[in-house]
């Protein structure tokens, strides 16, 4: 495929800048479903029954990516720009994500909060429409973070997105104990809503809750 690609960090005092580049086969495929069907009415307007099994094909293009980023230390407060612009053939896909961190010193604990904003732009040349992805909940999306560190061990992390333009949220709570340097115990409970004619509803019956164990040897 001939992928190739480099990049560049520079870290000063109070800020730090990187640069990427990459040009090679894309991460995520085109996807052209191949539909075949009996024309059921042509009047007042077409009918179509599609027959089974309905294929999706896949296909892999070639795509150029620049990307741009900086962290900016501003007193108590991490600021995080990252831009990214990708190519592929003639359509162009925009995106920025804007982040603020700062912890805090609550009763001797450290409560790191993050916000974080993230928008992007797809701009085609063709009339086709993007198929809709997971991904596309961060295209309009603010994110609430918080992470408890209760002790050196034990994590507690929630995390809260709304996305602005679908009107549907995410909500994250994590629970992660490091026994010791092989084995670590964690819990994760995902919740998604939104309105019942959005893309969130195909989605909300995955609400989901984890309980497992990590084991590195």
């Avoid at 099994?53 to 892999?60: F, V």
């Avoid at 603020?100 to 001797?108: K, V």
């Avoid at 994760?188 to 969130?200: D, K, L, Q």
């Amino acid at each position: 495929a001939n992928n190739f690609g480099g990049s560049l960090k520079w870290t000063g005092t109070i800020a730090d800048l990187h640069l990427l580049y990459f040009n090679g086969v894309s991460t995520a495929p085109d996807v052209v479903p191949k539909l075949n069907g009996t024309l059921i009415a042509a009047t007042p307007e077409y009918v179509i029954q599609l027959d089974n099994p309905i294929i999706l094909n896949y296909y892999y293009k070639r795509a150029e990516t620049f990307g741009l980023g900086t962290s900016l230390q501003m007193g108590q407060w991490l600021l995080r720009v990252f831009g990214r612009r990708q190519s592929i053939n003639t359509n162009t896909e925009d995106w920025w994500v804007t982040e603020l961190e700062r912890t805090f010193h609550i009763f001797s604990k450290d409560v790191t909060l993050i916000l974080e904003s993230s928008r992007g732009w797809n701009h085609r040349s063709d009339d086709k429409q993007d198929l809709m992805t997971v991904s596309m909940i961060y295209y309009h999306a603010d994110i609430l973070g918080f992470r408890y560190k209760i002790s050196e061990s034990k994590n507690l992390t929630l995390g809260l997105l709304y996305d602005e333009k679908l009107k549907g949220s995410l909500v994250n709570l994590q629970f992660t104990n490091s026994v010791n340097d092989n084995l670590s115990i964690f819990a994760v409970g995902n919740v998604i809503s939104g309105p019942a004619a959005s893309f969130y509803s195909l989605y909300r019956e995955n609400s989901n809750f984890t309980v497992g164990l990590n084991y590195y040897y």
